[in-house]
């Protein structure tokens, strides 16, 4: 059975960091795209980042451009997402997805979720 | 504000049809569309990828269709279990774009 299990969401102040993470099982992990999207009451579903399986050219939406960083140790079946200045407008429940193949695509659909680590950018 | 557009809401009765709309520049083609559901405290589900296409486990009382630049949402024999959010998704150039998500009422 595919699982993805997000951890490392808190409460943090505006400016602060958190690292999230993704563990996979159930698959292999390293030929399958994995991205982060993000759900609030405000903005309803919004993409965050995606990263292809060999972890070549991650991707991100503007809005966390330069401020989010997206990684994968495949060794680890785990991905990250390092996430720096943060602002009251991150704040969201954060899940993972799996895209049903290997090299992360705009067009793809997302076939596995987990079920969220919530981050709260607060003072 | 999202760039598919789709109602805030629908509602219908236990048995009965709904359909939830979704509309954009990024529905005609090449663009295709998928659906999803979310219910709160769970992972989200995949229910149409690609306009029409049903992944395995997904009942056939769901379906999907595009037309032009609208894409469309139908589940037939509602049922109790049906109430939650329901989410478009598709894409331009360089972004993963998401309706903004009809909640579904299940009288």
């Known amino acids: 059975e595919v699982q993805l299990l997000e951890s490392g969401g808190g409460l943090v102040q505006p400016g602060g960091s958190l690292r999230l993470s993704c563990v996979a099982s159930?698959?292999?992990?390293?030929?399958?795209?994995v991205n982060w999207v993000r759900q609030s009451p405000e903005k309803g579903l919004e993409w965050v980042s995606a990263i292809s399986g060999g972890a070549g050219s991650p991707y991100y939406a503007d809005s966390v451009k330069g401020r989010f960083t997206v990684s994968r140790d495949n060794s680890k079946n785990i991905m990250s997402l390092e996430m720096n200045d943060l602002r009251p407008e991150d704040t969201a429940l954060y899940y993972c997805a799996r895209q049903p193949w290997g090299v992360a695509s705009n067009g793809g659909w997302f076939d596995s979720w987990g079920q969220g680590t919530q981050v709260t950018v607060s003072s | 504000q999202s760039v598919l557009t789709q109602p805030p809401s629908v509602s219908g009765a236990p048995g009965q049809g709904v359909t939830i709309s979704c509309t954009g520049p990024s529905v005609g083609s090449p663009y295709t569309v998928h659906w999803y559901r979310l219910f709160p405290g769970a992972a989200p589900q995949l229910l149409i990828y690609s306009d029409s296409s049903r992944p395995s486990g997904v009942p056939d009382r769901f379906s999907g269709s595009r037309s032009g630049s609208s894409a469309t949402l139908a589940i037939t024999g509602l049922q109790a279990e049906d109430e939650a959010v329901y989410y478009c998704q598709s894409y331009d150039l360089s972004h993963v774009l998401f309706g903004g998500g009809t909640k579904l009422t299940v009288l």
């Open positions: 159930g698959f292999t992990f390293r030929t399958f795209a």
